[in-house]
Structures are given as structure tokens and as C-alpha cells.
């Protein structure tokens, strides 16, 4: 079905997961909203988080300790400003939500909030709804961008590229592939909610949507990104196919890791074994398996379930009883096989309180962006929380005056190429898109060490080069932003999504792996064999500017 859309809008918001989704809700009514999504708005990766969303409203907890466990899991790297503003307005967005109509589980007679305790967090403090929070969120601020007059959702469209005023460096819009042609879509501000970028990782929880297109298409342009390096692995993610994450909550309710021998070695590596930070229990699974597993990439240890009474697992974990169930498993009598897979960028976009980044114009909230507050590593549920915190700081968002009413119009350019390039073109794409994400999990996962690196760094330079020299790079990479493209060419939407997904994952991963070979020392989610301890020295923030590598201090308030 052919949808027109206008050729500008007050702000443009590119991703609908609750970044996203919230930020439009957030954004004054007064101004047109575009809100732009690769698939349907109902597929990211908020969509699939199951553990909750932190927030300190209990009795016997404060924003206080909220901060000082963000802090601790943080590993000296949390910009103290950022996590104290995260975890004082939690309560108020907590309410904001139920308000909007998000049912949170809830227990007793007085229908009170119900919390759940998650590993590093020092109170239950961890609102959910069964195990499927994330939906929860993601289908009730659907339903309410739906009913806005003033936001209008363009699905199954791709954001390309940024476009920067030349003389004054704003951002004033982006190319948008939407239905066959490029168009370009003019704004007074774009805000980039695109998610992680899991999928350059072989391993991986999240969704196939997440290719890192915000951080990939921003720093392009030149914005300033931070802390790459940082990658969260989750621990105890399915060994079927899709990598279905079983939540952290699972070991918060009692659940035990165990090896083959039905050993809870978890201990070995940590006291609190299997309620550890994250970045450890992986790295015990990790580093398990390599003293006992015959091939690395098929092994897995095993959840075990049985501690948990049987009618908590339905009512807490329905979701996840569900899943396990297709694939033959029976959580009541038998262990969940699982591993560890990447989970969580840490890392990306540099922004201040209010989302800004260092080109005017351009925001980003969300995964995508890199606030302060997670440091080195992510407390459980703080993103979501980070989604809805950050996203609700737009409603004071400053616009500039339209310079100019309407785009000049340029006549649509047509990309034309012999069908049997076209196709040996997309097999090039395909393969780079296969082999990539290997080459990353096997040289920057959770164990990194100097050689891998650079000799991977070697490998993604190539492929990059290889991907510029594409007949379609060569086109698309020398127009003007204002101008259009028509293409003629079958199944043109999936292959042009192809082109510009394997160009985005190729920068993250020469990103990943150049951050990751910067860092000399060990801190959070990045593990370096070669430097197994934090430096004290190294207690500053990763900079990219563009080729440039830098560091830069954190923020103490």
C-alpha cells in the first residue's frame, strides 16, 4: 500500500523501540512527528527484554542505593551526574507509565507494585510484568503513539544517511529508503533510538533489526562516540537457534547454574556465584567451558530451574516455560541448556542530559546513545529505565526557526546495472554478512587479546574497501542528500536493506575491535587476556571522533 509522507517534519525519530516510542509521546504535541521503523512497530529489542525495569519505590530502598549499585556495577565509569538523575526520576516515570496504562505484575490485597530482586541490585527494586516486561512497555506506548494526531509512523523504512547543513555543521534530516526510492526527509531535529548492535556478534540476544544503524550513520557524520568497547554478554542465553535470553530474574528466584557434573561452579569464580555481575558469570561460563568443552562455539552449561516452586515458575516465568516447552524442554524435571551471547552495548553515541550530541541538531537516546550512565557495565533493568528517563527530557527539546519553507526539488536519479552484477553484488553482501559477525565473536567477545584483535581490524578494513567498491556504494555514497533514487530492480527493498545493514555492521565492528584494542587493561564487559586487571590509569572514557582514538575523563559530580 502506497503511503504518502511529507518531505519534512519538526523532528524526526528514527527507531520504535521504548526510546523510541517514548521520546515521540514525550515530544510536545504541538509539533509533527515522524516516527520512523525498519520493521512494523512492534520488533526491537525492548520488545524482547524480559527482567524489568529498575526503579527504587519500596520502603526499605532510596534512589541512594539505587545510584551506589549503578555505581558498583559500573566499574568506575558511570558518570555520577547521569546515574543520580537516572535513579531520582525513576519513581515519577515508573508512575508515568502506569499512568499511560502499562500493567506492571502486582501482589496482596493492597494490589501493591510487586518487586523482584535482580544479581548486583541490593533491594528488590525490579518491576515486571510476568517475563515479558519489555512487550508489556513497548505494546502500550504503541498503542498510544497510534492515537496521536501528531506523530505519523512511516514502517518498513530505512534511515540511509544524516544530512548536515554544510556551512553551520546541524543536522537538518536524513535520506530515507521507503518503498523502492530514496527520499530525502528535511527536520529541525533527528533523534536516533536504533537500538544496540547485537547482530555483529555471532552470538547474540537481540533481534535481527539490531545492525547498529544509529551509531554507524552518526558517526559518519561525525558525531563523537564513547566507550565501544563496553559490550555485555548475558549469561545463561538458550542454545537454540534465535538465542532466546533467559532472564536474569530466573537466578534471582532461585535458579542454579551448573555444569554437566551438576555442579554449581559459578562459586569458583565469585561468592555470590550465579548472582554475580553479569560480565563475571560469563566469563566463569566462559572460561568453564574452555577448561572442559570439546568445541567452544556448540557447548553450553546448563539453568536449572527445580529449586524454584513449580507454581512460581508459571506465574513469574510463563514466557520462558513457553519457549522452553518448543523446544522440548521440560524446566519442571530438566536444566535449560545455555551460554553466554552479547546482550548489551554499553557504549555509542556521547549525549548530555539532554540527549544532545556534539552536532547540533542530532539527539539520541536509548542503547544508541552512550549517557554516563551504565559505565563499564550495565546494571540489570537499568535500560529500560534509561529508555523511558532520557526519553521524557525531549518534552523541553529547543528547536531552531525553519530556515526555509520547502526543499528545492531535484529530479529523481535512477541506479541502473546489469541484473547478473546486481546479483553477484548481492552475493558479495551476503557473504560479508555471514562471515562478519563470526570474525567478531571469535576476536572481540568475551575474551580479547592483542593479536586477534589487530588481525581482525586487518580482515574488516578489507571487507570495508571491498564494500566500497560495490557499483551500489559507489552510487549511493556520492549523492547529494537531497536527492532522490529510483531503483528498478526485483526485490529491491530486501537487497537495498542488505547493502545498507552490511555497511553499518562493518564501521560497528571496526569500531568494536579498534576500541577494544585501545583499551589496554581489563574493566567491566571488556576482558582483555593480555591485561587481565583494571588500570587505574585507564579510568576515563574510550573517544572516537571520526578516525581519531582519545580519552577522556568521567564525570564526577
Known amino acids: 500500500m502506497e503511503i504518502d509522507i511529507p518531505s519534512q517534519f519538526d523532528v524526526l525519530v528514527v527507531g520504535a523501540g521504548a526510546a523510541g516510542l517514548y521520546t515521540a509521546l514525550c515530544l510536545p504535541?504541538?509539533?509533527?512527528?515522524?516516527?520512523?521503523?525498519?520493521?512494523?512497530?512492534?520488533?526491537?529489542?525492548?520488545?524482547?527484554?524480559?527482567?524489568?525495569?529498575?526503579?527504587?519505590?519500596?520502603?526499605?530502598?532510596?534512589?541512594a542505593l539505587h545510584i551506589e549499585d549503578t555505581l558498583q556495577a559500573g566499574a568506575g565509569l558511570c558518570d555520577v551526574e547521569a546515574v543520580e538523575f537516572l535513579a531520582q526520576h525513576a519513581p515519577s516515570c515508573i508512575q508515568s507509565l502506569v499512568n499511560l496504562g502499562v500493567a506492571f505484575d502486582r501482589h496482596g490485597q493492597a494490589q501493591a507494585l510487586a518487586l523482584t530482586l535482580e544479581a548486583a541490585h541490593s533491594r528488590h527494586r525490579v518491576l515486571h510484568a510476568a517475563d515479558t516486561t519489555g512487550r508489556e512497555v513497548t505494546t502500550t506506548l504503541t498503542a498510544q503513539v497510534l492515537r496521536r494526531p501528531n506523530i505519523q509512523v512511516i514502517q518498513q523504512a530505512l534511515a540511509l544517511s544524516l544530512w548536515l547543513e554544510p556551512e553551520s555543521g546541524k543536522c537538518q534530516g536524513i535520506s530515507l529508503f521507503y518503498q523502492g526510492e530514496i527520499r530525502p526527509i528535511k527536520a529541525r531535529a533527528v533523534v536516533l533510538a536504533t537500538g544496540g548492535g547485537g547482530q555483529v556478534f555471532a552470538q547474540t540476544t537481540n533481534p535481527a533489526v539490531s545492525t547498529g544503524d544509529g551509531v554507524a550513520i552518526a558517526w559518519r557524520v561525525g558525531a563523537i562516540l564513547r566507550d565501544l568497547e563496553f559490550v555485555q554478554f548475558h549469561p545463561t542465553a538458550l542454545t537454540k537457534p534465535g538465542r532466546f535470553l533467559i532472564s536474569e530474574a530466573v537466578r534471582g528466584e532461585g535458579a542454579h547454574l551448573i555444569d554437566d557434573e551438576g555442579r554449581r561452579f559459578a562459586f569458583d569464580y565469585h561468592p555470590s556465584g550465579e548472582l554475580a555481575p553479569r560480565d563475571i558469570v560469563s566469563r566463569a561460563i566462559f572460561s568453564h567451558l574452555q577448561r572442559t568443552a570439546v568445541d567452544l562455539a556448540t557447548a553450553n552449561v546448563w539453568l536449572d530451574m527445580r529449586p524454584i516452586p513449580p507454581d512460581k515458575i508459571r506465574q513469574r516465568f510463563p514466557n520462558i516455560l513457553k519457549v522452553c516447552q518448543h523446544w522440548g524442554i521440560d524446566v519442571f524435571h530438566q536444566p535449560i541448556p545455555v551460554a553466554p551471547a552479547a546482550h548489551y552495548w554499553m557504549g555509542g553515541i556521547a549525549t548530555d542530559l539532554m540527549n544532545r550530541t556534539n552536532i547540533p541538531g542530532l539527539y539520541a537516546v536509548g542503547e544508541t546513545a552512550s549517557t554516563g550512565v551504565h559505565g563499564a557495565n550495565r546494571l540489570a533493568s537499568n535500560s529500560l529505565l534509561e529508555c523511558i528517563v532520557f526519553g521524557a527530557q525531549l518534552a523541553q527539546i529547543q528547536l531552531p526557526d525553519w530556515e526555509d519553507s520547502q526543499l528545492p526539488a531535484l529530479p529523481a536519479r535512477e541506479f541502473n546495472t546489469d541484473l547478473q552484477e546486481w546479483q553477484n553484488q548481492q552475493t558479495q553482501l551476503a557473504t560479508i554478512r555471514e562471515k562478519l559477525p563470526r570474525l567478531v565473536w571469535q576476536s572481540a567477545g568475551i575474551c580479547r587479546e592483542e593479536s586477534s584483535l589487530l588481525s581482525a581490524i586487518a580482515t574488516v578494513e578489507s571487507w570495508r574497501q571491498d564494500f566500497a567498491a560495490l557499483p551500489l556504494s559507489q552510487f549511493l555514497l556520492a549523492l547529494h542528500p537531497n536527492e532522490p533514487v529510483k531503483f528498478?530492480?526485483?526485490?529491491?527493498?530486501?537487497q537495498v536493506r542488505l547493502w545498507s545493514e552490511t555497511g553499518n555492521l562493518l564501521d560497528v565492528a571496526y569500531l568494536i575491535l579498534k576500541s577494544a584494542a585501545f583499551r589496554t587493561e581489563s574493566r567491566g564487559g571488556h576482558y582483555r587476556l593480555d591485561y587481565p586487571h583494571p588500570n587505574p590509569d585507564w579510568q576515563i572514557h574510550t573517544l572516537v571522533h571520526k578516525y581519531l582514538w582519545s580519552k577522556s575523563p568521567i564525570v564526577k559530580s
Open 488 to 494: 528498478h530492480f526485483p526485490d529491491v527493498d530486501q
Open 29 to 63: 504535541e504541538s509539533l509533527r512527528v515522524g516516527l520512523i521503523t525498519k520493521e512494523t512497530v512492534s520488533l526491537s529489542a525492548s520488545d524482547w527484554a524480559q527482567g524489568g525495569i529498575a526503579a527504587a519505590i519500596a520502603p526499605d530502598d532510596s534512589p
